[in-house]
């Protein structure tokens, strides 16, 4: 198996990458084709996939930012059993995350992602793959040691449109496993340098960031 970047939409993977995340994801989640020229050209954005007997089996996509010295999952994909995709994908991020850490001089802080509640939400569609289960991932990321931020979690549609997307808790990977809280203006700087591509917010995620801004830290608490 291969890990491979894709960093232009004329690569023969990103097609089947942008098949694969229209298969698995709801089309709020998910950029259409031509509005990925940017990001896949953005040298601080990493999209990797897994290659297997030349097809594309897995992707995940990742940001590293040097300010914070923390990361963010924007997805990862894992589209057949047996294969140990999941073990493969995140442990090839890990390592590259910990070199950029390590040229930033530091040791990684931890990694943010939007984890699916199916606790929350009931009609989640991942196109019959059982491996992208919103309860199966989130049971592994909660084994990997993800914990969620303790509010009510909403963000922009990625169709920019102004629609709020719910269902999803946002959780944090510490590094050192005993972290119970997180600075809320950390989360708040994230989270808006996250989402400034999208000029169309809605109001809900405009009045959650304004509540977290008067806080001072936020609670971590198990998935």
């Known amino acids: 198996m291969e890990y491979i970047r894709v960093q232009s939409i004329e690569d ?120 992208m289960n919103p309860f199966v991932r989130r049971e592994v990321l909660s084994h990997m040691g993800y914990k969620r931020l303790n509010f009510p979690y909403v963000h922009p549609s990625w169709e920019n449109d102004g629609a709020c997307v719910s269902g999803l808790d946002l959780c944090f990977l510490p590094v050192e496993e005993s972290l119970n809280e997180i600075d809320a203006q950390l989360v708040v700087d994230f989270l808006t340098t996250y989402y400034s591509a999208l000029s169309n917010k809605p109001v809900e995620w405009v009045e959650m960031v304004n509540s977290l801004k008067e806080k001072k830290t936020i609670p971590l608490l198990e998935l």
């Open 12 to 131: 023969p993977l990103f097609k089947q990458l942008h098949d694969l995340m229209k298969e698995v994801f709801p089309p709020e989640e998910v950029l259409e084709f031509s509005l990925w020229k940017e990001p896949l050209e953005d040298p601080g954005i990493y999209v990797y996939v897994a290659v297997h007997e030349e097809k594309v089996v897995g992707i995940t996509e990742y940001r590293y930012y040097y300010q914070w010295n923390i990361a963010m999952t924007d997805f990862t994909i894992v589209s057949r059993p047996g294969l140990g995709l999941g073990r493969f994908l995140a442990s090839n991020r890990l390592k590259h995350l910990n070199e950029l850490a390590k040229a930033n001089g530091k040791e990684l802080f931890g990694m943010f992602a939007e984890i699916y509640d199916p606790y929350q939400k009931e009609n989640f569609d991942f196109g019959g793959v059982v491996t």
